[in-house]
């Protein structure tokens, strides 16, 4: 390394180096926020769509997966509706804005209720808990309860 030549070759391998070091880099692409909402309990459902409404309007990019099972799939059944109506406007709506609805076969074949009951806007799962399992451990999602 005592030549003039691997000293340049040194310098200006190291130039180059500064050089690709201080130009600025594109951000990284921020990873997609995953959040699976749990629903057993359907009297809070009302709420609980609001909450995935508002959470779509902070982050619209938000990947939003509802996992109902036991009295929490109520609200997905064809006909659904309580004393403020229909809740099939407010999921098509969610629906569209890329919210998933899952609702638990064991639930259904626990109440003696085949598929057809289910809201089109819904797809049944084999297990509600296992989904939750699966997302969480497997996808990467949060938890949220409401």
Known sequence: MNSPLA????????GFTLMAASIPQGRAAEPIEKVVYH???????????????????????????????????????NEAKDDKGAFAPQVAGLKEKGVDFRVCRNTLKGRKLDDSAVSLEAQVVPSGVAEIGKLQAREGFVYLKP
């Open 39 to 77: 629903l057993n309990d359907a009297s809070v459902a009302r709420i609980a769509l609001r909450n995935i409404e508002n959470h779509l309007s902070a982050s619209p990019e938000a990947k939003i997966v509802v996992v109902t099972h036991g009295k929490g799939i109520d609200f997905l059944l």
């Open 7 to 14: 000293a340049f070759g040194l310098a200006l391998s190291l």
